[in-house]
């Protein structure tokens, strides 16, 4: 496990990049290289990184990186990494970074395809529970009474649950992570680096333009969401789930804040009734009771 | 040495995605291109062909494998038809605007719907404005040799465009046909190793194709038109030299046969350029004085070669297995813009023939010919577009 003082000094994400003030997902870029280091093709669909890199003739990112059709980051991935192993540069590691909309709408198809085939790279989708590039609309991953401009008195349907969606292709490692938890992230992306095949990491990466809190409370609001369990750190290893720390002190409902209260932060939120709070509260436990069964079997998922 | 087999254009094109050292081929099935995707497997399955395969769940994924691979730094090679080919669209923009050499078949297939699984030109006619070069054959040899050349064109540092060898569903997809595959030394010499513009480097950190404010963005696109223009100029270079080193030679841009002092010259692409040269012999032995022009290479358009043709002609006729609704063949708007500047033009008369499949003989031609020689002879085209063939 890297401490948070052993993280390289050297940085990836250079200055003056165009992310907005809190943004989170560019906290976990800046994370990403620092787990990985410089020796990484990076795949980026249409995202807010397509706005954060800046515009041409400039860029902030100090790695080879190829912007790439919305829909098309695993494929290209793939292609990628054929390349490589025809070239016998296997010491590049292939990264593919791209949104919730990018990963769990309009791109899963390429990334299942990318991952039945056993491509060998990191798959990270950065998830700000909207499409946030054009202006926050409602994605597959936006949770359920969250306000965004295309429901805008609240989504009614539930978030798709994407990292096991991956985890059912039988891929060797699937994990969710979260910037305000750096060296969790860290050590799953290292973990990922030596795994050979396709590996999956599900990122929350709070967002204050859409979520609509103030930009100096994005680590906060990320520790909130694990902390009430409507995010959980996880891994799931060859099938075997198993909570990461903090989540894995959280398992009994009493340890868990209540979700009043990562909600209440957050003006995408204020809608709610007491009645439609309670059902988040029930889905989180019932969830959970779900996690309980599966950390405590010898069972696959 | 080189050898003589006698098979499918689509195992055809396998053969020369092989012979051109193709490193990855990323590939979706779809009726009639098929056979190329099955044989390219069977290469590199039995270890005689050195590349990865994959086998993507889309076309459009696989136009997107393509582009990565070739941005990593490989010869990449895929193929589809119609549908496919339309559902790739985007990518074609993307693979263009990169400037990859990504070479793909095309073998063309009528769009449905309804469905139709037999040949016309309405699915890579579609993708006209692309940035993709797009070449016809006419024969199994030919689709081989085109091949080779595109690669050879597609990777020079003039051009770095991709490009699409069209053929034409079953006519020739599943026909077969004698053809020569070259000695594979020679082939390396003619084709060097894969070279592009810029390729992913970890020592050379670039950022590819972030956003571009309208202050850069005409740049770029003005580019694209000055390597088409390029493009344009070493395609009969490319060929002259194929000619002298392996015995198959085109006519470049155009394919003309029997144009000098012909009074109507038939246009045509694909394998009815074929049927023409049956159809001009015919008409030569009644004295009548018939030429023949197939476009080669339709991306870039072979303007000048059109109105060289047109200097000597009275009447061309062009043959269009497409239709663009609401107008109609592009061939034909293609040959009339060319010579919009013209003082003295010849007179053209526009056929749409052979859509979804139908039979295009040299019988057809021949009517389309004498049907032109009479307006010629009245002095006005009497029906802009004349549909061939058609059910009352």
């Known amino acids: 496990m890297v401490s948070i003082k052993e993280l390289p000094r050297e940085e990836y994400l250079l200055k003056g990049h165009a992310a907005c003030a809190g943004c989170g997902p560019s906290i976990a870029l800046r994370l990403l290289f620092k787990a990985l280091g410089n020796k990484v093709f990076l795949v980026v669909p249409a995202c807010c990184t397509t706005v954060i890199q800046g515009p041409y003739p400039y860029t902030s990112f100090a790695v080879p990186l190829q912007n790439m059709l919305f829909e098309a980051t695993g494929a290209t991935a793939s292609g990628i990494a054929a390349a490589l192993r025809i070239r016998g540069l296997e010491d590049i590691t292939v990264v593919g970074w791209a949104g919730d909309g990018g990963t769990v709408d309009i791109g899963i198809q390429a990334l299942s395809g990318a991952a039945e085939r056993e491509t060998n790279f990191i798959y990270i989708c950065y998830d700000n529970e909207a499409y946030g590039n054009t202006g926050l609309q409602r994605s597959g991953a936006t949770p359920y009474g969250a306000w965004t401009t295309t429901t805008p008195t609240g989504k009614k349907e539930r978030k798709k649950n994407m990292p096991f969606i991956m985890a059912a292709h039988k891929i060797p490692y699937v994990a969710t992570a979260c910037p305000s938890y750096p060296t969790d992230f860290v050590n799953k992306l290292r973990k990922a680096k030596e795994i050979k095949g396709t590996k999956y990491i599900h990122v929350l990466a709070p967002c204050p333009t859409g979520w609509r809190y103030d930009s100096s409370k994005t680590v906060e609001i990320g520790r909130l969401a694990v902390q009430t369990g409507i995010w959980a750190l996880y891994e799931i290893e060859n099938g075997k789930f198993r909570l990461n720390f903090p989540s894995d002190r959280l398992v009994d409902k009493a340890k868990r804040k209540p979700i009043k209260e990562y909600l209440s932060m957050q003006e995408r939120f204020r809608h709610l009734t007491e009645a439609e709070i309670e059902k988040i509260q029930m889905w989180i436990d019932e969830d959970w009771e779900y996690y309980r069964k599966l950390a405590s079997s010898e069972a696959c998922v | 040495m080189a050898q003589i087999v006698i098979d499918t254009a689509n195992h055809i094109a396998g053969y020369a995605a092989k012979a051109a050292r193709a490193k990855v081929v990323a590939a979706y099935p779809i009726t009639p291109q098929t056979t190329i995707v099955e044989k390219i497997a069977e290469f590199v399955e039995s270890g005689e062909m050195e590349a990865e395969y994959i086998r993507v769940e889309s076309e459009h994924s696989a136009m997107a494998a393509c582009i990565g691979a070739a941005a990593a730094g490989v010869r990449t090679f895929t193929a589809t038809s119609a549908h496919g080919l339309a559902l790739m669209h985007e990518a074609l923009h993307w693979a263009s605007g990169a400037r990859l050499p990504i070479v793909m078949v095309v073998v063309n297939r009528a769009m449905g719907a309804p469905w139709s699984i037999w040949p016309d030109f309405s699915d890579s006619l579609s993708q006209r404005d692309t940035g993709w070069l797009q070449f016809y054959c006419a024969d199994n040899q030919e689709v081989f040799d085109t091949i080779i050349q595109a690669y050879r064109l597609c990777e020079d540092e003039r051009v770095f465009l991709p490009a699409m060898v069209c053929l034409e569903g079953f006519l020739l997809s599943h026909t077969y046909m004698p053809v020569q595959i070259h000695n594979q030394n020679e082939i390396d010499d003619f084709l060097p190793p894969y ?26 696109r003005y580019m694209i038109q000055e390597a088409m223009e390029n493009a344009k100029r070493l395609i009969p270079e490319i060929d002259m030299e194929y000619g002298r080193r392996f015995g198959f030679q085109y006519g470049g841009l155009v394919d003309k046969y029997q144009c000098e002092n012909a009074d109507l010259i038939i246009c045509t692409m694909g394998t009815i350029g074929c049927e023409a040269k049956v159809a001009v012999d015919n008409l030569r032995k009644n004295g009548l004085k018939v030429g023949a ?28 297995r497409h239709i663009s609704f609401g107008m109609e063949g592009f061939l034909a708007s293609e040959v009339k813009a060319s010579l919009y500047h013209m003082e003295d033009k010849p007179l053209i008369a526009g056929f749409i023939a052979g859509l979804g499949g139908r039979d295009v003989t040299f019988k057809t031609i021949e009517g389309i010919a004498q049907k032109s020689l009479k307006w010629l002879e009245r002095g006005r085209v009497e029906k802009e577009t004349e549909w061939i063939d058609l059910r009352e």
């Open chain 2, 195 to 220: 070279k592009s513009g810029w390729t992913l480097d970890v020592n050379n950190p670039v950022t590819h194709a972030n956003l571009v404010s309208p202050e850069w963005y005409m740049e770029f």
């Open chain 2, 293 to 320: 022009a197939r476009i080669r290479v339709y991306r870039p358009f072979p303007v000048e070669e059109i109105r060289k043709l047109a200097l000597q002609a009275r009447i061309i006729a062009t043959i269009d």
